[in-house]
T-cell receptor
């Protein structure tokens, strides 16, 4: 099976812009989770989608949103970007034994 | 709280054993996990242990679980330079029916010749 894919891999934006990141899960995996990873805060959970519905949400402001499509692909959107949004954004799908399978991430730099 | 704690750094000599330690908080977690992250990559599942086990061995990897002390360790035998990476411990608390894993901050393993 192909792994989790994320696009784009790298992105540079300026403050105030918005960005959309995409994640394609492993075939057959219906749960998609998003994480933000920064050196200061570590790995922080953003939200989880299952069957096109947001099932869990982390403690992030409303500027962070997501959605999931009927084919389980997911997108996350960050509006009004701030410098502190610079991070590695990781997508993961859930397999057996609740294990998480991660994509390579999208590295976002906000200038 | 839901903190998973790990030491930040570990330095070992090539060929030695590495032991990475972790403490977790939620005794309801069914599984506990170790993930590895190499530079520029996402996290890769290394191994996991079911909470009713106290040891699991998988080639060079040995996981020890002490439920009483909520302590998890990962031992890497014959550590190689390719093992240099960040290692994350994770648990999946059951609070509220959620199965969202809680990750530690990661331990940077540095293997030197």
């Amino acid at each position: 099976k192909a792994g989790v894919t994320q696009t784009p891999r790298y992105l540079i934006k300026t403050r105030g812009q918005q960005v959309t990141l995409s994640c394609s899960p492993i075939s057959g995996h219906r749960s998609v989770s998003w994480y933000q990873q920064t050196p200061g805060q570590g790995l922080q959970f953003l939200f989880e989608y299952f069957s096109e519905t947001q099932r869990n949400k982390g403690n992030f402001p409303g500027r962070f949103s997501g959605r999931q499509f009927s084919n389980s692909r997911s997108e996350m959107n960050v509006s009004t970007l701030e410098l502190g949004d610079s991070a590695l954004y990781l997508c993961a799908t859930t397999g057996d034994q609740e294990t998480q399978y991660f994509g390579p991430g999208t590295r976002l730099l906000v200038l | 709280g839901e903190d998973v704690e790990q030491s930040l750094f570990l330095s070992v000599r090539e060929g030695d054993s590495s032991v990475i330690n972790c403490t977790y908080t939620d005794s309801s977690s069914t599984y506990l996990y170790w993930y590895k992250q190499e530079p520029g990559a996402g996290l890769q599942l290394l191994t996991y242990i079911f909470s009713n086990m106290d040891m699991k061995q998988d080639q060079r990897l040995t996981v020890l679980l002490n439920k009483k002390d909520k302590h998890l360790s990962l031992r890497i035998a014959d550590t190689q330079t390719g093992d240099s990476a960040i290692y994350f411990c994770a648990e999946t608390p059951r609070a509220g029916g959620s199965y969202i894993p809680t990750f530690g901050r990661g331990t940077s393993l540095i293997v030197h010749p």
